[in-house]
């Protein structure tokens, strides 16, 4: 049988946006079998997948400058794989990753044109002299949840497709481990507020102080206990939010649930609020309410997208808006500027609280 190697590195809320298409991927290449690099992080997720044989991972360490040690163990993991075409779909590429393109041996090496955000022009100009098809994009602003689409387009996938929608694969184990959580922590189903205040960009992070005073707005509305999540890298940021907030009742699952029973926790929530990042992409995969707090770097190009009555963000737009994150300010003013009534009146538009 034929084989294909997806190489997606991106942290959970891009890979999330990917999973709406792999089914398609599935379709389009029937014939073949398909694996997929993809980073570490999003494990929990991938290793459910019914469209994927095999899985490869990497992390963001062996790409840190001059780490030449895990550079070299990634060439003796993954030097020796062949496959009859390798696909790296991504729109922004990465130059430290399309060195993995350079040591997997592959027929076709493909390449989204994409936008040059990540990468200098001469660089850009060198790697694609080592792909066999670079394929074209549109102009202009689009969802990245649409460029994934419009990717696979290029490759000659052309079966409709009337609603793209995120996917998260779970099973019976992972409902009774939530179950658990939910007794050992006695939260019931629509009882409760799952908030997020991290992301593995600390740039998209709104301030300590007004999620203290949102948690207690929230828990003065109609006492639903505050779920916390995030990963452990996050536990520092969750643990000053939680000092001398005793007054709240706040149940904190900062890392200690896997990310498929986080999606049944998110799922079984009143409504999710949180910064850009993983569990607000998971919330919109189990069509659970969720207000985004977001900022102007990539605005409406990660979120939101699919239903927006559901997904709704809250945004301040300034003249520096689409900045790529190379931002003006010390702090994000466009994050910074937004205040505690505005998540509020957000939320009471999404949901009734």
């Given amino acids: 049988m034929k084989t294909i190697l997806i190489i997606r590195p991106d942290h959970i809320g891009d890979f999330i946006i990917f999973t709406a298409v792999l089914k398609y991927y599935k379709l389009h290449f029937s014939d073949y079998k398909i694996d997929i690099l993809c980073n570490k992080c999003n494990k929990d997720l991938v290793i459910k997948c019914p469209y994927i044989e095999k899985t490869f991972y990497i992390e963001d360490h062996y790409f840190r400058k001059y780490n030449y040690f895990n550079k070299i163990l990634m060439w003796l993991k993954f030097h020796n794989l062949k496959y009859d075409i390798i696909i790296y779909p991504v729109f922004s590429r990465c130059p430290k990753h399309e060195w993995l393109l350079k040591i997997i041996k592959g027929k076709d090496k493909i390449v989204f044109q994409g936008d ?22 549109s102009n202009g602003q689009m969802p990245e949840i ?18 793209l929608h995120t996917e998260i694969w779970l099973s019976e184990q992972d409902y009774n481990e939530a179950k658990l959580i939910m007794e050992k922590y006695k939260i019931s189903q629509n009882e409760y507020v799952v908030c997020c205040p991290g992301a593995y960009n600390s740039i998209k992070h709104w301030s300590v102080k007004n999620w203290k005073v949102l948690l207690s707005r929230l828990w003065g509305i109609n006492r639903n206990k505050i779920v916390l999540i995030g990963s452990k890298k996050e536990s520092i940021l969750l643990r000053s939010l939680i000092k001398n907030m005793k007054k709240v009742e706040i149940i904190n699952l900062c890392g200690e649930v896997n990310l498929r029973v986080l999606a049944i926790i998110i ?17 919109a995969g ?68």
């Fill in 116 to 137: 040059s955000s990540n990468d200098p022009a001469w660089e850009r100009i060198n790697n694609n002299l080592n792909y066999t098809m670079i394929v074209p994009c």
């Fill in 146 to 163: 649409e460029r994934n689409l419009e990717f696979l387009r290029g490759l000659g996938f052309s079966r409709k497709v009337d609603k």
């Fill in 267 to 283: 799922q079984k929530a009143k409504f999710v609020v949180g910064v850009d990042s993983g569990p607000i992409h998971i919330a």
């Fill in 286 to 353: 189990m069509n659970t309410p969720n207000i985004c707090i977001v900022g102007g770097g990539h605005f409406n190009r990660f979120y939101p997208y699919g239903d927006l009555n559901l997904n709704r963000v809250i945004c301040n737009k300034l003249d520096c808006y689409d900045c790529n994150w190379n931002c003006l300010y010390l702090k994000p003013k466009c994050i910074d500027s937004i205040t505690v009534d505005d998540v509020v009146q957000a939320i009471k538009k999404t949901v009734t609280i």
